[in-house]
């Protein structure tokens, strides 16, 4: 066995390893008991010892293939996680295949640079690698946003499973990659419902927003109607637009001589 994974045993856990990365296949998605989870195979060079490699939930580019790449674990409430020896054997197309793997879950973290001889890339000066804001605050609160929507999301799209650990990895995932896409919540504030102004001269046409006349046109509702509307009004004061068409009509129809006898407090609109 390799120096740096010296006295480490099958399923122990391997808390920071450096090796070369030299087969990456493209990652596949399984369903199990606790939902769907992705798996991303390959093979790592140790300290001249050959390896499996696979991560779970925990996608790699490409462009780590033939990259020397460091793995560690992070500690967490459960102690030590992300990078653990294991053992795999099965049939293959070139025979049995009994080997030791190393594998990263979604916890772990993988770092890597470049090789010296690739010259390392420029970012074009189309694509900024900071965005510039004279809003700091504001930028915060949509990253936060961006997150939070994504959490309710994944766990939407994910509710059979159940493992807290492994949905915070989905979310972490998603987020990372809406990243690197530039992907962001749109700012554009939609716009507030027109409402119609109401043409008090057209008083008879206006129907009545609330109470038990709802819908009803003032013309249609009759005078005594009319007449405790305008008196309601009259104390309240004619500010909204349905108030000044009552208004109009108190003024047309000279509904101050007239008095009610009973009092009808449905037909008043809150």
């Known amino acids: 066995m ?39 195979g390959g093979e790592i060079e140790i300290d001249g010892n050959t390896y499996g490699l696979k991560f779970f939930n925990n996608t790699q580019e490409q462009s780590i293939k033939g990259n020397v790449v460091t793995l560690s674990s992070v500690r967490g409430k459960h102690g030590l996680t992300g990078v653990s020896l294991e053992h795999e054997s099965y049939d293959g197309k070139n ?3 009994d080997r030791d793997i190393i594998k990263v879950t979604a916890t772990g973290k993988v770092e890597f640079d470049r090789p010296s001889e690739e010259p390392a890339r420029v970012a ?14 504001q930028a915060i609160d949509k990253i936060v946003e961006l997150h939070m929507y994504i959490d309710s999301l994944v766990r939407v799209a994910y509710k059979k499973v159940t493992d807290e650990e492994t949905l915070r990895s989905y979310v972490s995932s998603v987020f990372i990659e809406a990243n690197r896409k530039g992907i962001a919540l749109s700012s554009k504030k939609e716009e507030p419902a027109k409402v119609e102004k109401l043409d008090p001269t057209n008083w008879a046409e206006v129907l009545v927003p609330s ?9 249609s509702i009759g005078k005594p109607a009319l007449t405790k509307l305008y008196q309601h009004y009259l104390e309240k004061g004619f500010d909204s637009d349905f108030a000044k068409c009552v208004e109009q009509a108190g003024n047309d129809l000279n509904l101050d001589a007239w008095t009610l006898e009973e009092e009808d407090e449905d037909n008043i609109p809150m």
Not at 14 to 20: N, Q, S
Request: charged share 30%; proline share 6%; hydrophobic share 30%.
């Open 211 to 219: 109470g038990s006349m709802k819908g009803k046109a003032l013309g």
């Open 2 to 40: 390799s120096n740096q994974l010296e006295g480490i045993e099958q399923k122990d856990i391997i808390k920071r390893v450096t090796g070369k990365v030299t087969k990456l296949w493209e990652a596949k998605t399984f369903n199990g008991p606790k939902g769907e989870f992705v798996i991303q």
């Open 124 to 137: 074009s000066p189309a694509t900024p690698k900071a965005i510039v804001t004279d809003n700091p605050e």
């Open 95 to 97: 025979g049995k295949v």
